[in-house]
C-alpha cells in the first residue's frame, strides 16, 4: 500500500480510482466491509482502490459539544487499512483551513482533479465537508457534472446492532473486552514500551512490567487476562490498569505480570491483548489480601487463557 501523509504527494492522476472518505478509528466490522467493497469495485473497472482519512479527527478541530478517544493510533490505522489490501491510503492533515473547504470543492479539486475519482463509496450516513454538507444528494449531483458514479453503503451490522466506532468505544471504555470482539473483529490491544517503575509487584511475589503506551483508548480500570507479544512470541499474563489504591499511588498505571516468563524487558516494545475482565480495581485491607486476589486473579487469568484463542486482524480478515 502506497501513503500520501498530504493532498500535494499526489503529482497525477491514479488508474481509475475508486474512493471511500472516512475517518475509519477502530477499524471495525463495518469499516472493513466497506473496504471489501471498494478492493472489488476497483477491480471490476481495472482501477485502484483509495482509502481517504484525516489526522487529527476533526472533532479535535471543529468546535463541537462532542469529544473523541481514538480506538487506534495513526501507525495502527495504517496497518490496519493495508492489512485490508487498500492500493492507496490518503492521510489529509485537518486543520481549521481544510475544515472550512467546501463539499464541492473537496470534490472537484481534490477526489476529481488531483486523484481523478471514477467512483465513490460511502457509509449511510457519512457526510464531509464544511458544515456535513456533500451528503448523498449533493454528491449524486456532483457525480453526473464530473462524470463520477456514486454509491450509498446500507448500514452493516451482526443482524441487531450496527458496527460503529462509537460503540466500540463505550464497550471498551467500560471494560467489556471480551464482548467487544465480535464487533471490532479482533481483540483489543495496546502497544507500549516497557519502562521502570515501583517495583512493587516483585516484592509481593508478582514481577510486572509497567507500560508506556500513546494509546488513548484504554479500558476500565481493574484486572484483566491478556496475552502478551514480545517480538514473535505469545505469552499469557495478567493485567492491571488503574492507580493501586491499595498503596496509595495516585498515579494510574499499565502493569502486566507474565506467567512463565523470567526477562529483562525494560525498553522493550510490546503488545498486550485483551480476552477479558475479571473485576475492577479494589482497595485491600492489608498486603496479604492483595496478594492473595492477586493469586486468584492469576489461577483465574490461566484458566480463560488456556481456552482463548487470539484474534488478529489478518486472521480474521480472511481474504478480502
Not at 493532498?7 to 478509528?25: C, H, M, S
Not at 466500540?168 to 471504555?173: E, G, L, N, P, V
Not at 489504591?245 to 525498553?267: H, M
Request: proline fraction near 4%; hydrophobic fraction near 40%.
Amino acid at each position: 500500500m502506497i501513503v500520501y501523509r498530504s493532498i500535494e504527494q499526489i503529482l497525477a492522476p491514479l488508474r481509475n480510482p475508486v474512493v471511500t472518505v472516512g475517518n475509519f478509528d477502530g477499524v471495525h466490522l463495518g469499516h472493513r466491509e466497506i473496504f471489501r467493497k471498494l478492493n472489488r469495485s476497483a477491480k471490476e473497472i481495472g482501477g485502484v482502490s483509495v482509502v481517504i482519512t484525516f489526522d487529527p479527527h476533526p472533532l479535535r478541530v471543529i468546535p463541537s459539544s462532542r469529544s473523541v478517544t481514538l480506538i487506534n493510533t495513526v501507525d495502527e490505522k495504517i496497518n490496519l487499512i493495508e492489512a485490508s489490501g487498500v492500493d492507496y491510503l490518503l492521510i489529509i492533515p485537518f486543520d481549521a483551513a481544510f475544515a472550512a473547504t467546501s463539499a464541492a470543492d473537496f470534490i472537484e479539486t481534490i477526489l476529481v482533479n488531483r486523484i481523478g475519482l471514477k467512483r465513490l463509496i460511502i457509509g449511510y450516513d457519512y457526510a464531509f465537508g464544511r458544515g456535513r454538507e456533500g451528503d448523498i444528494s449533493l454528491l449524486r449531483k456532483l457525480g453526473s457534472a464530473f462524470s463520477f458514479d456514486v454509491e450509498e453503503l446500507p448500514p452493516i451490522s451482526d443482524g441487531s446492532i450496527n458496527y460503529s466506532s462509537s460503540l466500540i468505544r463505550k464497550m471498551i471504555a467500560e471494560g467489556a473486552v471480551a464482548d467487544v470482539i465480535p464487533y471490532l473483529g479482533r481483540n483489543f490491544s495496546i502497544a507500549g514500551r516497557v519502562v521502570h517503575g515501583s517495583s512493587r509487584g516483585k516484592s509481593l511475589g508478582f514481577p510486572t512490567a509497567n507500560i508506556a503506551t500513546d494509546k488513548e483508548l484504554l479500558p476500565a480500570d481493574g484486572v484483566y487476562a491478556v496475552k502478551i507479544k514480545i517480538d514473535e512470541s505469545l505469552y499469557d499474563a495478567a493485567c492491571n490498569i488503574g492507580f493501586n489504591p491499595t498503596f496509595n499511588s495516585g498515579r494510574k498505571s499499565i502493569e502486566v505480570f507474565i506467567f512463565d516468563l523470567d526477562a529483562d524487558l525494560y525498553g522493550k516494545e510490546i503488545r498486550v491483548y485483551f480476552f477479558d475482565r475479571l473485576r475492577a480495581e479494589k482497595r485491600f485491607g492489608s498486603v496479604h489480601e492483595l496478594v492473595t486476589a492477586i493469586e486468584a486473579d492469576v489461577d483465574r487469568c490461566r484458566k480463560i487463557l488456556a481456552s482463548s484463542q487470539l484474534v488478529v486482524y489478518r486472521e480474521y480478515l480472511g481474504g478480502v
